[in-house]
Each structure stands twice: as C-alpha cells, then as structure tokens.
C-alpha cells in the first residue's frame, strides 16, 4: 500500500517554464487536494477535487490548473512558473465521508523557480 | 472566516520534560474538528492527534494530550516526556464544512529538544 505518491520530489524550473506535479494514491479516496507550504505560512490551500470530474479553488489558485480524470490522480500544473511559485507542495487525500478524521499527506515537492 | 493562529513561532524543551504548544482559531461554526499535526525533517506531514468540538473529553494519544476549551476557542497540545524524536514543526489544523471541508492551517511552532 503506497499511500499518496509525488513525483518528482525536487524541481528546478525556469521562469516562464510549465510542469505538472504528479499525485496519486491508491487508497480509493474520493477526497484529493493539494497544498504548498512557505516559510512562516503554513500551508494553504491550491485546489481540491471531492471526486472525479469535480475540482474547486481552494486559499490561493491563481498560477496553478488542476482536472481529475481518474479517482487515484490528481495532477498539479503551473502553466507558467513565477519565482513567487517557489515552495513545498503537498498532496493530500481522504475518503470523502471520512475527511474529518485527517488526510494522508504525500512526502512532497520541493519546486525552486529560478 | 477561519482562522488559526499559533502564537509561538519556536518552543524548546528539555528531554523528559512537558512542553504546551499553543493554539488559537476564529469560526462560527457547531460541528468542526480541530488537529495537530507533526512535520519532522523529512518533510513528511504526521497526524498526531485529533479532537471533535462536540466532544468535551480532551483527545490523548500515549505522551500527547490537548487541552480544548471550546467557549475560549482554544487548542493546546502537551507533550509529556518529551524525547529527542519529537523535534519538528507542530501544526494546529481546523477542519470545516462536514466530512467534505478543508483544512486551515496555522503558521506552525517549530520544537526543539535539549538532551
């Protein structure tokens, strides 16, 4: 049982550069969101999805596209990386009925943008 | 709006000692949830412990306890014989909305541990 997964761990990009932060679990979780942590901040919420085809905004969207085409990924995508996208990204999921009982974290992306 | 506010930035204790992390939140709401989470040097986000607000029964689990007070709208956690593996960041964490809400996420208090 893997749990939440993210790939890659780190990340370098240029400005201007797109990528998509990978995130899948294989728990059958219906509840999947995603999270970036700054220094001082805590971490604040991007998106989140409460099953497939569904996905809302979360504390801080803008800069970040999100889908859900399949229960087990929910995929991060910078369209065009900002300095101010620097941060550790985290996913996190739940069973949907169940989210009150805490999250599972993923071990998280370390994105730098130079 | 929801808020979390963890007023202390750094705490240290000295090993075998009790620390209390402190935390504080704003809402509205009846029906919510409240956690503290661990985030060790490995990045990895640890559930530690987690408190109903409509239980008034202080949530422990082994050398963790909290001290939830409902009407003063606070969340305190207490880590009795503190040991060198409990050095990390401490986050206190607000859960709204039923079983399909978010978390909000205080600033975090980062611990160290004195041997």
């Known amino acids: 049982n893997a749990g939440v997964t993210q790939t890659p761990k780190f990340q370098v990009l240029k400005t201007g550069q797109s990528m998509t932060l990978q995130c899948a679990q294989d728990?059958?979780?219906?509840?999947m969101s995603w999270y970036r942590q700054d220094p001082g901040m805590g971490l604040r919420l991007i998106h989140y999805?409460?099953?497939?085809?569904?996905?809302d905004q979360g504390e801080v969207p803008n800069g970040y596209n999100v889908s859900r085409s399949t229960t087990e990924d929910f995929p991060l995508r910078l369209l065009s990386a900002a300095p101010s996208q620097t941060s550790v990204y985290f996913c996190?999921?739940?069973?949907?009925?169940?989210?009150?009982?805490?999250?599972?974290f993923g071990s998280g992306t370390r994105l730098t943008v130079v | 709006a929801q808020t979390v506010t963890q007023s202390q930035p750094e705490m240290s204790v000295q090993e075998a000692e009790t620390v209390t992390l402190s935390c504080t939140y704003d809402?509205?709401?009846?029906?919510?949830?409240l956690f503290w989470y661990k985030q060790p040097p490995s990045r990895q986000m640890i559930l530690v412990i987690r408190?109903?607000?409509?239980?008034?029964q202080n949530a422990t689990e082994n050398r963790f306890s909290v001290n939830f007070q409902k009407a003063a709208k606070s969340f305190s956690l207490k880590i009795s014989d503190s040991q060198l593996g409990d050095a990390a960041m401490y986050f206190c964490?607000?859960?709204?909305?039923?079983?399909?809400?978010?978390?909000?996420f205080g600033k975090g208090t980062k611990l160290s541990v004195k041997p």
């Open positions: 996190a999921s739940s069973f949907s009925d169940r989210a009150s009982y805490g999250y599972t």
């Open positions: 809402t509205s709401e009846s029906d919510y949830y």
């Open positions: 964490a607000y859960h709204y909305g039923g079983s399909q809400g978010n978390l909000i």
């Open positions: 408190q109903e607000a409509y239980k008034q």
């Open positions: 728990m059958n979780h219906e509840y």
């Open positions: 999805s409460v099953g497939a085809g569904i996905t």
